[in-house]
């Protein structure tokens, strides 16, 4: 028995031994080990520039889902045909819900939609990725791959979020204990990232910015499925017009919902909702063939805001077509069109009375590195499994960043993960059964600190950690808050509770700074 003992002793230290050579090895190089902080500079014509490249992944082969449970088992009788005749199952594992959930067919096209401002003094990109998430070190990996020559000061990529995409974080694999991540749509989706980027700053031109916003009208389109019930249900628009032609070239959206209409039974790749809504931003918004509210033209981005809590149009939700007044409740591509055109139909006509202009500013950035501890168990089990694709700094620590981008009044800070409302807008609370007894940590407001008149919060960007959590709400043991029987959502997707407290100090410190230019 003392012999069993000492093997299983000796497993275990030479897993841990192994872990941490791998850990040294994975250690990211720093991307701004003392911060980057770029003043702006004289103010002066603005440029932009747009481009869309597409990274829908090739899905060879199809396969029947013998009890529509939409998990891939071939012990369920489900069976498949080999489409690119290599003799083998050539799954595409979709992320988002559950394992095993493989690809069966493609309904939209995903992107890699680049903007590029230029204020003649700085240059910096923004790419939205039709992926659920990309590890910090694959990011950086990008900004490495881009050319002097292309004159990018910092490169900004974050994630739609979209659930209906290929695993590109690993969890969603055949198996908890499989990573989902197929290498070759990995590197594919860097090149088309980098394309992106460069192919935006060869269209660059002096352009004039409008500022654009609705602040409700979007709130009864997702709800939040997690106690306290705390909303960031604003869009916020950038609309970049040629200062020549007078025509948009390009538009951003930020609005904070999970990309999962389609919920965890569809097997189509999609970018879900946010297909419909660049679709009718750009060519305008229809009812059957007749032409109803013009588009802007142009390319158009669809960026996340706050969706941690989670934001999300759940089953629950009904969603009526905006001109039949037809009602979807039940998962489907036409409830995720019926929401896109609402969607549209808010944004153009927000669009339509821009709140501000600028043809002429200057840009600042200041970009903040910093490490997190991984406290969650499975994510350790899954870097120590080679499940979890993220790289590691020493032992059980991850680097992630914060950027902040200004532009005049305009402020754009980006934030590594799924961010709770209540963080960024207010609403933390403090039930007594949390596991910390503790007051609200993450004050004040992220919002309330960012400087400018227009604020935009984009989420899931430079990095995927999952959800940020107020440390004051985290509540995994019990007696449980509000009354309930078993815990909430969230935790088990987060990397630990000191997550939020870090990021918020690391905002409020990069805040601090950039107001002391």
Not at 160 to 166: A, D, Q, R, W
Not at 302 to 318: F, K, N, Q, R, W
Request: charged share 20%; glycine share 10%.
């Amino acid at each position: 028995m003392k012999r069993f003992y000492w093997i299983i002793l000796s497993i275990l230290i030479l897993l841990i031994i192994t872990f941490m050579v791998i850990a040294r090895s994975n250690q990211s190089e720093q991307r701004h080990p003392d911060g980057l902080h770029i003043s702006p500079g004289i103010p002066g014509p603005i440029m932009a520039g747009f481009s869309a490249v597409k990274i829908t992944p090739e899905v060879p082969d199809r396969w029947t889902d013998t009890n529509g449970d939409a998990v891939f088992k071939k012990k369920d009788g489900d069976t498949w045909t080999d489409g690119n005749g290599n003799g083998k199952f050539d799954a595409v594992w979709i992320a988002g819900f559950s394992n095993a959930k493989a690809a069966n067919g493609i309904h939209d096209e995903l992107w890699a939609r680049t903007m590029v401002l230029d204020d003649g003094h700085t240059r910096v990109s923004y790419t939205v990725l039709d992926v659920i998430g990309l590890s910090g070190g694959h990011i950086a990996e990008i900004r490495k791959m881009l050319p002097a020559s292309a004159g990018i000061t910092h490169a900004i990529i974050s994630a739609t979020h979209t659930h209906e995409g290929p695993d590109l974080l690993g969890l969603w694999g055949k198996t908890p204990f499989r990573s989902g991540i197929n290498k070759e749509y990995l590197e594919f989706v860097k090149k088309q990232t980098q394309q992106s980027i460069l192919d935006a700053t060869k269209s660059i031109r002096p352009v004039r910015l409008e500022f654009s916003e609705d602040a409700t009208g979007a709130g009864h389109l997702h709800k939040d499925t997690r106690l306290p019930e705390i909303f960031d249900s604003g869009l916020r628009m950038i609309r970049a017009v040629d200062g020549k032609t007078g025509k948009t070239i390009g538009t951003l959206t930020v609005w904070g919902n999970h990309p999962e209409t389609l919920w965890n039974k569809n097997l189509q790749v999609s970018s879900d909702f946010c297909h419909y809504v660049r679709e009718g931003v750009e060519k305008g918004v229809s009812n059957g063939d007749t032409l109803k509210m013009a588009g802007t033209g142009g390319i158009a981005l669809y960026a996340t805001g706050a969706v941690g809590g989670l934001m999300t149009t759940h089953p629950s939700i009904i969603v009526k077509d905006p001109f039949s007044g037809q009602e979807f409740q039940k998962p489907s591509f036409e409830k995720a069109e019926a929401q896109g055109k609402q969607l549209s139909l808010l944004i153009l006509k927000a669009m339509e009375k821009p709140a501000m202009t600028l043809d002429s500013a200057s840009l600042s950035l200041s970009v903040r590195t910093f490490n997190l501890p991984i406290k969650n168990k499975l994510f350790r089990l899954g870097l120590l499994l080679g499940v979890l694709d993220r790289e590691t700094e020493g032992w059980m620590k991850t680097e992630t960043e914060v950027n902040l981008l200004q532009l005049g009044p305009v402020s754009i800070l980006t934030i590594p993960g799924e961010i709770y409302p209540e963080l960024v807008n207010g609403g933390v609370e403090a039930p007594e059964e949390g596991d910390f007894g503790l007051s609200p940590q993450e004050v004040p407001t992220i919002r309330e600190m960012m400087p400018g008149q227009f604020k935009f919060v984009i989420g899931l960007a430079n990095d995927e950690i999952g959800y940020i959590i107020p440390k004051s709400q985290w509540d995994t043991k019990p007696p449980y808050a509000y009354g309930r029987e078993k815990p909430q959502y969230g935790e088990e997707n987060s990397l630990g509770p000191e997550t939020a407290p870090i990021i918020h100090q690391q905002i409020k410190d990069l805040l601090q700074r950039s107001g002391e230019k």
